[in-house]
């Protein structure tokens, strides 16, 4: 698979995945000296090329002025998120995504999960978008370190999660319950639903609470990923008060 952006090869040289670097002619720089490096710690081949040959192997002119080969990511299971949660201690903080299709909406998910201390995410086979170079970029290097999985039917996953005690939360629009009021203690999973339709009935019906982001302007939705990213917030507040 061919990475582009800089901080997501970056992450992946040092997590020693890349095969061959690619750089573009004119990149003299900072950056250029240092992934030149890391590439000779790691003994990888670094190869010169015109940017043109870069934006057509990208597909995109927004790769920075570098490619790497990298293997292909690979899909977590489930239980490798709940044994993370298990080996640092923690209570269960994972997220739910239910027909979130969008790439870059999916990366940064991703993103700010991992940053944000969530133990990782989860998605349904046959409804998210697939692990792919836009997915890596947009993440900026979090698909290294955050288990995302998927499974192949999102419901029959939150029922199997709250025989284990895990609290599933649902974002939701029209939702009575505030966010910034909400309890997150204890183990607990948040549910993303698709921009525009939001979750599925069934999803929503099986979610022990329904919160929702209180919004002030004229537009009364917010984009699937910054949703994601002030529920995590929220959440991670949240405990931060019960520590």
């Known amino acids: 698979m061919l990475l582009y952006g800089r901080n997501p090869v970056i992450e992946a040289l040092q997590g020693g995945r890349v095969s061959e670097l690619l750089l573009a002619r004119g990149v003299e720089d900072a950056f250029a000296e240092q992934v030149q490096s890391l590439a000779r710690e790691a003994g990888v081949r670094v190869r010169w090329s015109p940017r043109i040959e870069l934006d057509q192997l990208a597909g995109t002119t927004q790769h920075q002025g570098v490619l790497a080969e990298v293997e292909d990511l690979a899909w977590a299971t489930v239980d490798d998120i709940l044994d993370r949660a298990e080996a640092r201690g923690e209570a269960l903080l994972i997220v739910l995504l239910d027909g979130v299709t969008d ?34 970029k947009t ?24 025989k284990e005690g895990v609290w599933i939360y649902g974002a939701a629009g029209e939702a009575a319950q505030d966010v910034s009021r909400t309890d997150f203690s204890g183990r607990a999973a948040l549910v993303i639903g698709a921009e525009g339709e939001g979750m599925r009935r069934l999803v929503r019906e099986k979610c022990d609470v329904l919160v929702s982001i209180p919004v002030r302007g004229e537009i009364q939705s917010l984009n699937a990923s910054v949703a994601a990213g002030i529920l995590l917030y929220e959440a991670t507040r949240s405990r931060g008060k019960k520590t």
Not at 103 to 115: H, K, L, M, T, Y
Not at 139 to 157: E, I, M, W
């Open 103 to 136: 790439p870059r909406n999916f990366g940064a998910i991703i993103r700010s999960a991992e940053v944000l201390g969530a133990h990782g995410v989860v998605v349904e086979e046959r409804r998210s978008a697939p692990l792919s170079p836009v997915v890596a």
């Open 139 to 162: 993440a900026a290097g979090a698909t290294a370190h955050l288990p995302v999985a998927q499974t192949k039917n999102l419901p029959r996953l939150i029922d199997a999660l709250k």
